[in-house]
Structure formats: structure tokens, C-alpha cells
């Protein structure tokens, strides 16, 4: 993630210099379903792009993305960016079933192959996270134990293991089958967080936050207008 970050920022920069040039701008909704071990997903999106450079081939946008993750017999660790990055610190919680809504804000970049196909990235930034409370198994220090545990409330991307929250980011490839409407495939990478109601989590330090991380597979519709 820490990589994908720093190619936001250098496109974004790259972008920002060329923002005076008169842009020809689009908007669109888009509809993708997501597929991949034990986790589906859903989710809306509202973009407007901002075409830019000589031939408005790059495209710069944001919108809003209301994600929804549907996840079975999942494992979700321990998400700190202290205890992520050494296995030996994490702890685990088992989950049977969950369901995660993630309403967030997002930054989109892409390029026009042609009038018809686009390729593209984009990646939520921050918002918040809903969705009901269920009994999860937690596994830590020799022991296992049930608990509650809900999505964490606030999502933001703050690069790798620093993030929080529940994320959604994709690659997509968009074909336009006609003036308005578009198809397309998507590759997901998507951060569902879960906070448990004590600090169930106390080695080596006390910690109620865990993190499960899927690849999906996604197919969807664009409507442009």
C-alpha cells in the first residue's frame, strides 16, 4: 500500500501543475460486485473526472463510494502498524460471519486509450464505517475467548499498516458500449477493520483493533452523464 500511496502523490503533483489548463470534466456513477476467498463485496460510486494535458488523455477525479462487505469464516489480526508488522505480535479474531458499510471519500486517476476504453485506479481516502455488532472468537497469548466486536467508525488511508478503518481501492479496465453506458473489470484491494469492545489484546500492548485484508475480483456498469 505504502507504494500505491506514493504513486497517488506523484500523480496527483503531476496533475496539480497542469491545473490551470482548461479541462474538459465528466461525471458518472458506477456499480461493482467484488468476488474473492470467503468476502464479497458491493459498492456504488459517484466520480467526476477532470480530463488533462494536451491531447485531456490523463484523467484526475473524486467522488464519494459507499462500499459494502458481506465476509464468511474470516480471520482478522491485529491492525496497529506496531503489532502488524511482527506475526509474532499479532492476535487473531475468528469471525463466522460479518457485514461492513463504508461510506468514503475517494481519489481516482486513469487514461484514455481511446474514446471508448480507459484504464484506471482509485482508492478511498477517508470517511466512516457501520454495521452491526456480532460475537467473534478472539486467539491471543495461549487463550482463546468470545467477544463483541463492530467496524471501526473512522476509515483513513494512511499509507500500509498506518491505515484505518475499512478501505476499498481498485484497478479497472472500462469499456464504453455506448455514449452513455460502460462495463467493467475491476481488481480490489480491501481493508475491513473490526473493534472489539475491550482492549481484549494485551500482549504486548493492550489493543482492540483488527484488520482482515482481500484480493477480489469485481465486474461492473458505468453510466455516464
Known amino acids: 500500500m505504502k507504494y500505491v ?3 497517488i502523490l506523484l500523480v ?4 496539480t501543475l497542469h491545473a490551470q489548463q482548461k479541462a474538459r470534466t465528466e461525471q458518472l456513477v458506477d456499480f461493482t460486485l467484488g468476488f ?3 468476502q464479497s463485496t458491493v459498492s456504488f460510486g459517484y466520480f467526476k473526472n477532470w480530463n488533462l494535458g494536451k491531447k485531456q488523455s490523463f484523467y484526475i477525479g473524486t467522488g464519494v463510494r459507499l462500499s459494502n462487505a458481506f465476509g464468511k469464516n474470516q480471520v482478522f489480526t491485529s491492525a496497529p502498524a506496531s503489532l502488524a508488522a511482527n506475526s509474532a505480535n499479532k492476535d487473531s479474531l475468528f469471525s463466522s ?3 461492513t458499510y463504508a461510506l468514503n471519500a475517494i481519489l481516482n486517476l486513469g487514461y484514455h486509450i481511446s474514446p471508448k476504453l480507459d484504464v484506471g485506479f482509485n482508492i478511498d481516502l477517508i470517511g466512516f464505517s457501520f454495521g452491526p455488532s456480532r ?4 486467539s491471543g497469548n495461549g487463550t482463546s475467548t468470545t467477544t463483541t ?3 471501526t467508525r473512522m476509515n483513513v488511508l494512511l499509507v500500509g499498516n498506518n491505515d484505518r478503518g475499512t478501505l476499498n481501492s481498485e484497478f479497472y ?3 464504453k458500449v455506448s455514449t452513455k453506458w460502460g462495463i467493467k473489470l475491476a481488481y480490489q484491494h480491501f481493508f475491513t477493520e473490526l473493534t472489539t469492545i475491550n482492549k481484549v489484546q494485551t500482549v504486548p500492548v493492550q489493543n482492540d483493533r483488527f484488520r482482515n485484508i482481500t484480493n477480489l475480483f469485481g465486474i461492473g456498469v458505468a453510466y455516464h452523464f
Open 5 to 7: 500511496s506514493s504513486f
Open 12 to 15: 496527483a503533483t503531476t496533475f
Open 36 to 38: 474473492g476467498s470467503g
Open 97 to 99: 460471519s460479518a457485514s
Open 135 to 138: 460475537i467473534k472468537l478472539f
Open 149 to 151: 466486536a463492530e467496524p
Open 173 to 175: 479496465l472500462r469499456y
